[in-house]
T-cell receptor, first 113, second 112 residues
Framework: AQKITQTQPGMFVQEKEAVTLDCTYDTSDPSYGLFWYKQPSSGEMIFLIYQGSYDQQNATEGRYSLNFQKARKSANLVISASQLGDSAMYFCAMRKRADKLIFGTGTRLQVFP | NAGVTQTPKFQVLKTGQSMTLQCAQDMNHNSMYWYRQDPGMGLRLIYYSASEGTTDKGEVPNGYNVSRLNKREFSLRLESAAPSQTSVYFC???????????FGPGTRLTVT
């Protein structure tokens, strides 16, 4: 069965430091996509970064990068130079057929000064 | 360009009442989705529509119906609300494979 696992319910990081949020996935499909979304306390879902299963290079978007290790089935999000505004819930998701997404349970990140 | 809009933002229902959640997107996307988010959980897919005129069940479809009214609009109906349907409901749309899903602001529904 296809599944997304986020094992860190909560993480703390000091401002300006880097942090890695873990995500592992399980699928037998050769073609899939992995997404990270941010959900601040206001509740909206904000797209951060995408990695396709056939992409050769790790995706990067500004301060966000995705550490994609296909053999390990992991897709960890790395946030560099954390800011106070990065405090939020972070969800890893995997694209299935018909572009449906399955989500992990999320990691709450708190950035402190 | 409003993106994905949802109405209402908040709703309180009594058990057994019915209601329709409305969703519209102005990005000319073919695919639209309804998710629910319960405390401590990620989003779970209720129904989706891969194109105008088609709908299909997701992970948790029981107690819901949907209508893809046209390319822009995708509504979710609760025929007889139950307390277990208390949740935050998100509508989303996407251009297609390889593209992100854009989410609406959500509807917070409480069933008493």
């Amino acid at each position: 069965a296809q599944k997304i696992t986020q094992t860190q319910p909560g993480m703390f990081v000091q401002e300006k430091e880097a942090v890695t949020l873990d995500c592992t996935y399980d699928t037998s499909d050769p073609s899939y996509g992995l997404f990270w979304y941010k959900q601040p306390s206001s509740g909206e879902m904000i797209f951060l970064i995408y990695q396709g299963s056939y992409d050769q290079q790790n995706a990067t978007e500004g301060r966000y990068s995705l550490n994609f290790q296909k053999a390990r089935k992991s897709a960890n999000l790395v946030i560099s130079a954390s800011q106070l505004g990065d405090s939020a819930m972070y969800f890893c998701a995997m694209r299935k057929r018909a572009d449906k997404l399955i989500f992990g349970t999320g990691t709450r990140l708190q950035v402190f000064p | 360009n409003a993106g994905v809009t949802q109405t209402p933002k908040f709703q309180v229902l009594k058990t057994g009442q019915s209601m329709t959640l409305q969703c519209a997107q102005d990005m000319n996307h073919n695919s639209m989705y309804w998710y629910r988010q319960d405390p401590g959980m990620g989003l779970r897919l209720i129904y989706y529509s891969a194109s105008e005129g088609t709908t299909d069940k997701g992970e948790v479809p029981n107690g819901y119906n949907v209508s893809r009214l046209n390319k822009r609009e995708f509504s979710l109906r609760l025929e007889s609300a139950a307390p277990s349907q208390t949740s935050v409901y998100f509508c989303a749309s996407t251009h297609g494979t390889g593209y992100e899903q854009y989410f609406g602001p959500g509807t917070r529904l409480t069933v008493t």
